[in-house]
């Protein structure tokens, strides 16, 4: 599966993000979708995952602040993001990993578990 991220962009603190990821089939009904992110010189750590059944989950350091949902419908991924800090700068990522699959805390290269996109980069000014 093809995974597209959208949405990316520069915010000031405070302000909020919706990121959109497309994949290129209906995949909602049998997979986890995760977002992720990477700072420079960091791992690609997990913000949030969607299972097939609807459930959420978000690390420690988002929860509250960031959302994700999906639209069957329009066949899309979303995470929304509020109350952005400079510390939420980093290229984000989605992916997709079969159920059953264990989601990792973190991703590491070469990202051979699941599929991702090519990430879209948020910037939070302070």
């Known amino acids: 599966v093809q995974l597209v991220e959208s949405g990316g962009g520069l915010v000031q603190a405070g302000g909020s993000l919706k990121l959109l990821c497309a994949p290129s089939?209906?995949?909602?009904?049998?997979?986890?979708m995760a977002w992720y992110r990477q700072a420079p010189g960091k791992e690609r750590e997990l913000v949030a995952t969607?299972?097939?059944?609807?459930?959420?989950y978000y690390v420690d350091s988002v929860l509250g602040r960031f959302f994700i949902s999906r639209s069957i419908q329009k066949n899309a991924l979303y995470l929304e993001m509020t109350t952005l800090r400079p510390e939420d700068t980093a290229r984000y990522y989605c992916?997709?990993?079969?159920?059953?699959?264990?989601?990792?805390?973190?991703?590491?290269?070469?990202?051979?578990?699941?599929?991702w996109g090519q990430g879209t980069q948020v910037t939070v000014s302070s």
């Open positions: 992916a997709a990993f079969s159920s059953g699959t264990a989601v990792p805390q973190e991703a590491k290269a070469p990202y051979t578990s699941g599929s």
């Open positions: 089939g209906n995949i909602f009904g049998s997979v986890t």
């Open positions: 969607m299972r097939s059944n609807g459930m959420t």
